[in-house]
């Protein structure tokens, strides 16, 4: 069975760090892609990156405009993870963070509904 589960969230002041890790099972994180959604209270699950896989160590990353240059999303193959690096965070970046794995690839990759599997979140708050 395909699981995924997160970690690395905590309470943080604007201007801070904190690195999201997925760890998966089940399956090899360089063979789907990989995307981080987050949903902050009375809002929509929305996208925040992507990882597609390159063939070998190779990946490709894409960003939503509101993170772009300030998130950067990575594989570690040895471990079979999926991490987030968030940098510069800001109040508006409050949110419970999920992981989710798209075993096709599909091209939309910023919609929920084409991903197959998803971790249970973890909160992040920047105050």
């Known amino acids: 069975d395909v699981q995924l589960v997160e970690s690395g969230g905590g309470s943080v002041q604007a201007g801070g760090s904190l690195r999201l890790s997925c760890a998966a099972s089940?399956?090899?994180?360089?063979?789907?892609?990989m995307g981080w959604f987050r949903q902050a209270p009375g809002k929509e699950r929305e996208w925040v990156a992507n990882?597609?896989?390159?063939?070998?160590?190779?990946?490709?990353?894409y960003y939503a405009d509101s993170v772009q240059g300030r998130f950067t999303v990575s594989l570690d193959h040895a471990e079979n993870t999926v991490n987030l690096q968030m940098n510069s965070l800001k109040p508006e970046d409050t949110a419970m963070y999920y992981c989710?794995?798209?075993?096709?690839?599909?091209?939309?990759?910023?919609?929920?509904?084409?991903?197959?599997?998803w971790g249970q979140g973890t909160q992040v708050t920047v105050s």
């Open positions: 989710a794995a798209d075993p096709e690839c599909r091209p939309r990759y910023w919609s929920l509904s084409q991903y197959s599997y």
């Open positions: 089940g399956y090899t994180v360089s063979r789907y892609c």
């Open positions: 990882v597609y896989p390159g063939g070998g160590v190779r990946y490709f990353t």
